[in-house]
């Protein structure tokens, strides 16, 4: 895949997967069938996409695209190469999520991104329509005092982590032991945080859209888009 390039101070992750019918969304099949489901996944990304074109016209931030399923030349298709257009200050980068749990992912994800010259590095998921322009901007600021940004998700997780360079030695202890994809991931995070002895700050809680009774709310996000 890509070689990380020098990056910039402010660094994006985005985690997503590439929308292939039965692989994508699968908690949704039942309500929106394998073709709508990974429908959703596309529409989706490419919502995130378009808020993360805004955060790039204000704000010098590069952006990688972790992804999982599919392979670069489909991820490239789909998505392009730039975000703005040919601007080559604003390449996309693509990387493969690779093995491991959603913690060993992040974990791996974050190590490339400072060992490539980043100084703050946030990971966003594909999942939560509400995350704009203005909260992205936030959590990168937050992060000229403190060590850990977090944006609390309603069902128990978190939409939003971000971390900068200085405590890059220890943050891999973030991701260890989290009972993932459950309600105690927040929380946990949290308790091992404070344990590091890290300074920590929040976002507003915001909902994912996971499962059926949360489509509303997705629907509801796109009539204010």
């Known amino acids: 895949m890509q070689k990380l390039a020098k990056l910039s101070q402010q660094h994006l992750i985005v985690f997503t997967r590439y929308p292939e019918p039965n692989r994508a969304k699968t908690r949704m099949i039942p309500l929106l069938g394998a073709e709508g489901a990974a429908n959703l ?16 016209v204000l704000e010098k931030v590069s952006v990688e695209i972790r992804f999982t399923g599919g392979n670069l030349q489909l991820m490239q298709a789909w998505l392009g190469e730039t975000l703005l257009g040919e601007n080559l200050d604003n390449n996309l ?8 749990d959603l913690g060993a992912k992040m974990a791996r994800s974050l190590s490339d991104s400072f060992c490539s010259g980043a100084k ?11 995350i704009d322009c203005q909260l992205l901007q936030t ?5 000229d005092n403190f060590d850990l940004v977090l944006g ?12 900068r360079d200085s405590i890059q030695n220890i943050f891999a202890h973030l991701f260890q032991n989290i009972d993932w994809g459950t309600s105690q991931v927040f929380p946990q995070t949290v308790d091992i945080a404070q344990k ?5 700050t929040y976002l507003r809680s915001l909902a994912d859209i996971d499962r059926p009774e949360d489509l509303e709310i997705w629907n509801a996000q796109r009539m204010t888009s």
């Open 152 to 163: 609390p998700a309603l069902d128990g997780g978190y939409y939003l982590i971000g971390l």
């Open 120 to 130: 703050k590095t946030i990971i966003i998921g594909t999942d939560c329509p509400a």
């Open 41 to 56: 996944q596309r529409q989706m990304t490419e919502h995130t996409l378009s808020t993360v074109k805004k955060l790039q």
């Open 196 to 200: 590091l002895k890290l300074s920590i």
């Open 93 to 100: 980068i693509y990387q493969p999520q690779g093995e491991g």
């Open 139 to 143: 959590a990168f600021a937050y992060l």
